[in-house]
């Protein structure tokens, strides 16, 4: 059964910081990855998809990887700003459905 | 488009009671998903439909919950009776599922559920 785990859990940081945030799944059949915002009291909003044939892929200030191999992937944010405060998901797609890590909960502070 | 619409945004009930909730995709989506979201167990997909054909229902916990779509642009997940341990976010996601999976799914704002 897949499993997908963020570490860490929460995240506290100065505005400016780099930082990285970690996902790591069990099964390495999978179709594709993808990091998820989400705000309080909101829904999710995608923000990076990586298919499995791919390293990375990059947004704007966000950039994220995937070594299917080793299952793993990290999402890279850098000079971080205080809306970049949220909860982040990692998802894996072994098919249509996605399975969910339970989230890092970033705070980046002025 | 709006994207995915859901209403209600917050239902609280007692035990027993039956709970509707709705959602509408984004048009043109053949896709669509309820996902359940707790502190404890994070977000799990309950269902999944394609052209309002349910695919998956394995992730449904019991046979009090059930889901309708009768249309392309409505779908109802229902709760009867419920329970306290029901308390949650309720998600709806829809997508396009183009082949290869490239497409994300696109969530509404969900459904905040509270059993007493």
């Known amino acids: 059964k897949q499993e997908v785990t963020q570490i860490p859990a929460a995240l506290s940081v100065p505005e400016g910081e780099n930082l990285v945030l970690n996902c790591s799944f069990t099964d390495s059949a999978i179709y594709n990855l993808q990091w998820f915002r989400q705000d309080p009291g909101k829904g999710l909003t995608s923000l990076l998809l990586i298919q499995s044939s791919q390293r ?14 080793s299952g793993r992937s990290t999402l890279y944010i850098a000079a971080s700003q205080p809306g970049d405060s949220a909860t982040y998901l990692c998802a894996v797609s072994p098919g249509l459905d996605l399975i969910f890590g339970k989230g890092t909960t970033l705070s980046v502070s002025s | 488009d709006a994207g995915v619409i859901q209403s ?102 969900g459904t905040r559920l509270t059993v007493l």
């Not at chain 2, 007692?14 to 998903?33: A, N, W």
């Not at chain 2, 019991?62 to 309708?68: L, M, N, Q």
């Not at chain 2, 341990?85 to 309720?90: I, L, M, N, T």
Request: charged letters at 20%; one cysteine or more.
């Open chain 2, 8 to 109: 209600p945004r917050h239902e609280v009930t007692e035990m027993g009671q039956e709970v509707t909730l709705r959602c509408k995709p984004i048009s043109g989506h053949d896709y669509l998903f309820w996902y359940r979201q707790t502190m404890m167990r994070g977000l799990e997909l309950l269902i999944y439909f394609n052209n309002n054909v349910p695919i998956d229902d394995s992730g449904m916990p019991e046979d009090r919950f059930s889901a309708k779509m009768p249309n392309a642009s409505f779908s109802t997940l229902k709760i009867q009776p419920s329970e306290p341990r029901d308390s949650a976010v309720y998600f709806c996601a829809s997508s396009t599922g183009l082949a290869g999976f490239t497409d994300t799914q696109y969530f509404g704002p």
């Open chain 1, 56 to 69: 990375e892929q990059t947004s704007g200030r966000l950039n994220a990887s995937l070594d299917k191999s």
